[in-house]
């Protein structure tokens, strides 16, 4: 089975998909990872690749082009990326689509707990960096393929990580699995 999740930045979602991955021993695929991996092999900033991305599509097209090969190939595979859901959706790939959510104060404060692990995103003004990101990110997947990432209609599951911990929502989403493989 192909699983993807998706959220915006420091909802949870890369912690959650590990687990997941780690409980039903399916591989794992981050798309942030992948992101992250290029902008320091052009030694720039997260931020940097992103308004590069901005004016040049092959950057988001190199990502989403290696996540959709991995959909379309992998089985019993965990996809967590911003676009794997709407990936699966657009191109007719049949997975068990997850967008996990949480609120902004949650998020942000996440970020900070994770600030080792997200050098980039350093600085005075974390939430104006996140929001930054967030709107270039909404921009570029609008111009490029023509969606609303925050349109949540095309997930099977939708989740609010604001007030549950990453063990909780790996649970909610195993549960899930069982009942789209009929094993619950």
């Not at 090969?69 to 019993?76: D, I, M, P, S, T």
């Not at 609008?142 to 989740?159: E, F, M, P």
Request: glycine share 8%; aromatic share 8%.
């Amino acid at each position: 089975m192909k699983v993807t999740i998706s959220g915006p930045p420091g909802s949870g979602k890369t912690t959650v998909a590990e687990m997941v991955s780690k409980r039903l021993s399916y591989d794992l695929v981050t798309g942030g990872k992948i992101f992250r991996e290029k902008a320091n092999e052009m030694k720039i900033s997260l931020a940097q690749l992103g308004t590069a991305a901005e004016s040049e599509d092959r950057y988001d097209k190199m990502l989403d082009g290696f996540l959709l090969e991995v959909l379309r190939k992998k089985e019993n595979v965990i996809v967590e990326s911003r676009l794997s859901g709407w990936l699966c959706h657009l191109n007719k790939i049949s997975a068990f689509k997850v967008f996990v959510y949480a609120d902004e104060e949650v998020r942000l404060e996440r970020i900070r707990n994770s600030i080792h692990s997200r050098k980039e995103e350093m600085g005075d003004n974390i939430l104006t960096q996140m929001r930054e990101r967030e709107e270039s990110e909404w921009e570029r997947y609008k111009k490029y393929y023509g969606i609303d990432y925050r349109d949540t209609s095309i997930y099977d599951l939708v989740l609010d990580a604001s007030f549950e911990g990453a063990e909780e929502i790996a649970e909610v989403i195993i549960s899930g699995l069982d009942i789209r493989k009929g094993t619950l």
